[in-house]
Structures are given as structure tokens and as C-alpha cells.
């Protein structure tokens, strides 16, 4: 199983500021074939069913504020909130959908400092 | 509009079987490409994939809960059952099922259900 790891487990970021969410996995997650990387970021906020923020690691959901990006290739991942509003504070998870069993990491918990 | 929604028993006894069904609509189970599958999620935890059911009825099962899982598609009522024997306490969980877009080896989730969250206890 590719074991996907977040870092850091918890976050606290000032209103505005700029909020670095890591992800590290076991194995690459990018295709050959296509050039693209098999990982998406959710947002879960409490007592709600996780959010679709970004796919193929950096191509944002339809919908999704424009203050919220995502980089990285390979094994190595980063989702970026560019200035933290009140409503981002969730817990945000990676996930790979390169090869099954689909694994998420283990979240990371924002919230405002 | 996509929505999703599970409904099922709240409370399982150890040993039971649980049955959770999810009802679709917004999109058709019989498009190219989509699939739905099934999360779960014990409390304060993270998420667990379980099962997904392709358009064209290739299932995917989680391997470490193979021998429990099944799941089965109604696509002229848009309904997904996960069928899953032998409950144990360890999978009191919200069950979430979620709309898959891609195929094979690979897809994402794009839009979920609420959750139904399921209590294994005697």
C-alpha cells in the first residue's frame, strides 16, 4: 500500500497569512504515461463529508477559492492557502489514487492562531 | 446538482451484517468514467477507502477488507449497496459513499454523501 504522510499534524495560522499544508508518499505518484500526479487534497470541516479542493496535485475544483493551490510531483506535495480566512479552519487530508488500495494521509488540523 | 445519500441501520450488533445503501442523483451510474464508491471514517480518525463499483460493474475492494465487502449497483434506481459481514466493534464509522471520476486503477472523489455514522455495539 503507498502510505501517504502529511505534515504538520496541526497548524495554527494568523487571519490573512499564508498556511503550507505537506504531503509526503511511500512511492511516486506520477504517471509516466501522462505526466500527472495521482493526488488530491480534501477539506473537512466538523460533521461535514470531505470537500474536493484540488486534483491531479495542482488543478483546482470548479468552485474552489483561487487562494487555495497546490504543487509538488513525484512524492512530494504541498497545498498552499495564500491569505487563511476564518472559514478555512478544517482539517485538510491528501490522498493518492495512483494504484489501489486509494490511501489518504492522516490530516492536518488548521486552525487561526 | 450532484447529491449523494447513505441510509442504513445506525446501531449493529457484533456479528451482524450490515447493508448500507446509497441513493444518487445528478448523474447516471451507466456514463463512461464514473464509478461510486464507499469511505469510512471512525471518529476523530482518518479516512479509509472500502469498495467502488465502475460504470461498467468492475468492482474494487479494499484488500484488507475483501472477504467482508460486497458491492452491487442498481443503476435503473441509482442506488450502490456495500454489504458487510461479520461487524466488529472496530468498525463503528461514518460510512460515506462518494462519486468517482476516472477508471481502472485510478479515480478520484469528487462530491460525497453526508455519512451515516454506524455503531457496532452488543
Known amino acids: 500500500d503507498i502510505v501517504m504522510t502529511q505534515s504538520p499534524d496541526s497548524l495554527a495560522v494568523s487571519l490573512g497569512e499564508r498556511a503550507t499544508i505537506n504531503c509526503k508518499s511511500s512511492q511516486t505518484l506520477l504517471y509516466g504515461s501522462n505526466n500527472k500526479n495521482y493526488l488530491t487534497w480534501y477539506q473537512q470541516k466538523p460533521g461535514q463529508p470531505p470537500k474536493l479542493l484540488i486534483y491531479w496535485a495542482s488543478t483546482r475544483e470548479s468552485g474552489v477559492p483561487d487562494r487555495f493551490s497546490g504543487s509538488g510531483s513525484g512524492t512530494d506535495f504541498t497545498l498552499t492557502i495564500s491569505s487563511l480566512q476564518a472559514e478555512d479552519v478544517a482539517v485538510y487530508y491528501c490522498?493518492?489514487?495512483?494504484?489501489?488500495?486509494?490511501?489518504f494521509g492522516q490530516g492536518t488540523k488548521l486552525e487561526i492562531k | 446538482q450532484i447529491t449523494l445519500k447513505e441510509s442504513g441501520p445506525t446501531l449493529v450488533k457484533p456479528t451482524q451484517t450490515l447493508a448500507l445503501t446509497c441513493t444518487f442523483s445528478g448523474f447516471s451510474l451507466s456514463t463512461s468514467g464514473v464509478g461510486v464508491g464507499w469511505l469510512r471514517q471512525p471518529p476523530g480518525k482518518a479516512l479509509e477507502w472500502l469498495a467502488l463499483?465502475?460504470?461498467?460493474?468492475?468492482?474494487r475492494y479494499s484488500p484488507s477488507l475483501r472477504t467482508r465487502l460486497t458491492i452491487t449497483k442498481d443503476t435503473s434506481r441509482n442506488q450502490v449497496v456495500l454489504t458487510m459481514t461479520n461487524m466488529d466493534p472496530v468498525d463503528t464509522a461514518t460510512y460515506f459513499c462518494s462519486r468517482s471520476l476516472g477508471g481502472g486503477n485510478s479515480c478520484y472523489f469528487d462530491h460525497w454523501g453526508q455519512g451515516t455514522l454506524v455503531t457496532v455495539s452488543s
Open positions: 463499483i465502475y460504470w461498467d460493474g468492475d468492482e
Open positions: 490522498h493518492q489514487f495512483y494504484s489501489p488500495p486509494w490511501t
